[in-house]
């Protein structure tokens, strides 16, 4: 069985502070995604990472693929209550039309 | 261009009962997915079509049915409603193949089963 796991499941931080939430697998990917989802909305995506070691950022929020492709990082740099959501990570496989998500991160951010 | 559309946003049935809700993709879009998401099981896979055709199934039971048409629309049905089926049920369009493209998700239909 294929399995995203990530970490922590909740987590509540003072707006300012700085946070890393994680997403590990026994496999292999040949692509992972990072999406947010809000309260009564559909996640929305956030970035692509396609190559091992490979780390993105998309301003205050830092990617990082791991060099394996097994795992994958966001650190978001002090934080705003806007970043409030669930932080889902989802991995692809080349061998199969086939995408498997994380159970996400809900995160809150206290103004 | 216009996101994912899908109908109804809400809905309330009862057990025994069947619902049935619509996807609209992103113009240009020919692959569509659905998702089942409840708190305890986060985001499920249910199927995939491509220009019409199933093309990957989740591990879900037989009440649980789709089809896509020539204009990339998407209908899944539920039939015999059970109280565990109350869930966001989420469609997600992309251009091509699943595993390498993005995905853009719908607001989702909140399914209450009572």
Same mark, same amino acid.
């Given at each position: 069985?294929?399995?995203?796991?990530?970490?922590?499941?909740?987590?509540?931080?003072?707006?300012?502070? /700085?946070?890393?939430?994680? *997403? /590990?697998?026994?496999?292999?990917?040949?692509?992972?995604?990072?999406?947010?989802?809000?309260?009564?909305?559909?996640?929305?995506?956030?970035?692509?990472?396609?190559?091992?070691?490979?780390?993105?950022?998309?301003?205050?929020?830092?990617?990082?693929?791991?060099?394996?492709?097994?795992?994958?990082?966001?650190?978001?740099?002090?934080?705003?209550?806007?970043?409030?959501?669930?932080?889902? *990570?989802?991995?692809?496989? /080349?061998?199969?039309?086939?995408?498997?998500?994380?159970?996400?991160?809900?995160?809150?951010?206290?103004? | 261009?216009?996101?994912?559309?899908?109908?109804? $946003?809400?809905?309330?049935?009862? $057990?025994?009962?069947?619902?049935?809700?619509?996807?609209?993709?992103?113009?240009?879009?020919?692959?569509?997915?659905?998702?089942?998401? #409840?708190?305890?099981? !986060?985001?499920?896979?249910?199927?995939?079509?491509?220009?019409?055709?199933? $093309?990957?199934? !989740?591990?879900?039971?037989?009440?649980?049915?789709? $089809?896509?048409?020539?204009?990339?629309?998407?209908?899944?049905?539920?039939?015999?409603?059970?109280?565990?089926?109350?869930?966001?049920?989420?469609?997600?369009?992309?251009?091509?193949?699943?595993? #390498?493209?993005?995905?853009?998700? !719908?607001?989702?239909?909140?399914?209450?089963?009572?």
């Amino acid at each position: 069985t294929q399995l995203l796991e990530q970490s922590p499941q909740f987590l509540s931080i003072q707006e300012g502070e /700085n946070l890393t939430v994680y *997403c /590990n697998s026994s496999s292999v990917f040949s692509s992972l995604q990072w999406y947010r989802q809000e309260p009564g909305e559909g996640p929305v995506l956030l970035v692509t990472v396609v190559t091992g070691g490979e780390v993105k950022k998309l301003k205050r929020l830092t990617f990082q693929f791991g060099d394996a492709r097994k795992d994958s990082s966001l650190h978001i740099t002090a934080a705003q209550t806007g970043d409030t959501g669930l932080y889902l *990570c989802a991995g692809g496989f /080349n061998s199969a039309s086939k995408i498997i998500f994380g159970s996400g991160t809900r995160l809150s951010i206290r103004p | 261009k216009a996101g994912v559309t899908q109908t109804p $946003r809400y809905l309330i049935k009862t $057990r025994g009962q069947q619902v049935t809700l619509s996807c609209s993709p992103i113009s240009g879009h020919r692959s569509v997915s659905w998702y089942q998401q #409840t708190p305890g099981q !986060g985001l499920q896979f249910l199927f995939e079509y491509f220009s019409e055709t199933q $093309r990957n199934k !989740g591990n879900f039971p037989g009440r649980f049915s789709g $089809r896509q048409f020539s204009n990339s629309r998407s209908e899944m049905n539920v039939s015999t409603l059970e109280l565990g089926d109350s869930a966001l049920y989420l469609c997600a369009s992309y251009r091509d193949r699943m595993n #390498t493209g993005e995905l853009f998700f !719908g607001e989702g239909s909140r399914l209450t089963v009572l």
